[in-house]
């Protein structure tokens, strides 16, 4: 192969010169993803980095992509291992179950800059026993069930700052669109009618500044590497009055990997992705359970089907994680996308 064969985040193919890295599109997901995805699950994931999973072009247009998230958090964990329950006074959770379907709009009025709209439809079940009492037998599960629209992001990237175009940054804006605070309720067992954990509702009630970096080169003739790290925090929350706050924590991901280019069209890859979280605070918050470092190892393809027309899918694997608390934590998680440029 004598030319870097990249694809930006619809996966549209373009071709540049040798060790010459095409300049990245939006770069990370948060999913996330973003998230990475914060999407208000404690500290489970998606951390997939969809834009290196892709590939990374410079093609001017408009792209529209729409990437399906799936994560069950059915592994009861606390600092770095398993556990089988919680201490008398503790929560006591079973399990959570994540889909999220992330519409993805963006515009490239040149090989330099990029705007990226980001909508998620978020599809969440819970259930948990509630209070922890080892004094009375466990109680019905309270469930609650939810689908309605998440958090939107706004992102702005810009990758002129080297002749290569390999070098980016990316500022943005995670805004309140999805319902908030005590919306959803619980709809079973003994806590049915009372509201869901904040942290568990599909928006966050907060405007987040989203501040990110990526680098992406050509390593050898078929293999190519990038890494990319982003950091969101909230710097405005509706709720803000005492007693029925909550401010979502801090996140960090730094996401690299290689991608396996000798066929344009069916290129292999891994990923790894790390996360770091801060606490939840406020009233409304689970303070001591919503923080933690994760790290995700993520295998994956990504596969041509038309010149304009590429889809991916990915599996996440966690193998490390040190959580704070009690949280549940997924065993797998799995990524799937497509993408069109028009």
Not at 214 to 233: E, K, M, P
Request: proline letters at 7%; a negative charge; aromatic letters at 12%.
């Amino acid at each position: 192969m004598n030319s870097l064969t990249t694809k930006n985040q619809t996966g549209e193919l373009g071709h540049w010169p040798p060790l010459r890295a095409a300049p990245l599109l939006a770069a990370m997901a948060f999913l996330i993803v973003l998230p990475q995805r914060s999407y208000g699950c404690a500290t489970c994931g998606c951390t997939l980095s969809a834009d290196a999973a892709m590939g990374y072009s410079a093609i001017p247009g408009w792209r529209l992509s729409i990437e399906y998230d799936y994560i069950d958090q059915n592994q009861l964990r606390s600092g770095t291992q398993a556990v089988s329950g919680v201490p008398p006074g503790n929560e006591l959770e079973h399990e959570t179950v994540n889909q999220y379907v992330t519409a993805g709009l963006s515009y490239s009025p040149n090989s330099s800059w990029n705007l990226l709209l980001l909508m998620p439809y978020v599809i969440r079940s819970h259930s948990t026993y509630g209070t922890y009492d080892p004094t009375q037998p466990l109680p019905e599960l309270s469930r609650s069930f939810s689908s309605s629209i998440g958090d939107a992001r706004l992102i702005a990237s810009y990758q002129g700052f080297l002749p290569t175009h390999n070098l980016g940054v990316q500022l943005g804006v995670k805004l309140p669109t999805g319902q908030y605070g005590t919306a959803v309720d619980f709809y079973s067992g003994p806590n049915a009618g009372a509201p869901l954990d904040a942290s568990l509702q599909p928006g966050t009630g907060s405007t987040d500044l989203i501040v990110g970096a990526y680098y992406y080169q050509a390593i050898s003739q078929d293999f190519d590497a990038f890494v990319n790290g982003l950091f969101q925090a909230a710097v405005k929350h509706k709720m803000d009055q005492p007693g029925n706050d909550f401010r979502p924590g801090n996140t960090t991901t730094v996401s690299f990997g290689l991608r396996y280019e000798a066929n344009p069209h069916w290129v292999p890859q891994l990923q790894i992705n790390l996360l770091h979280k801060e606490r939840d605070t406020g009233a409304l918050a689970d303070v001591q359970s919503t923080a933690g470092n994760v790290a995700y190892i993520s295998p994956g393809i990504t596969a041509q089907l038309a010149a304009s027309l590429h889809v991916f899918a990915f599996a996440q694997l966690p193998v490390y994680s040190n959580l704070y608390g009690f949280q549940l934590f997924p065993r797998w998680t799995a990524s799937a996308g497509v993408t069109y440029a028009f």
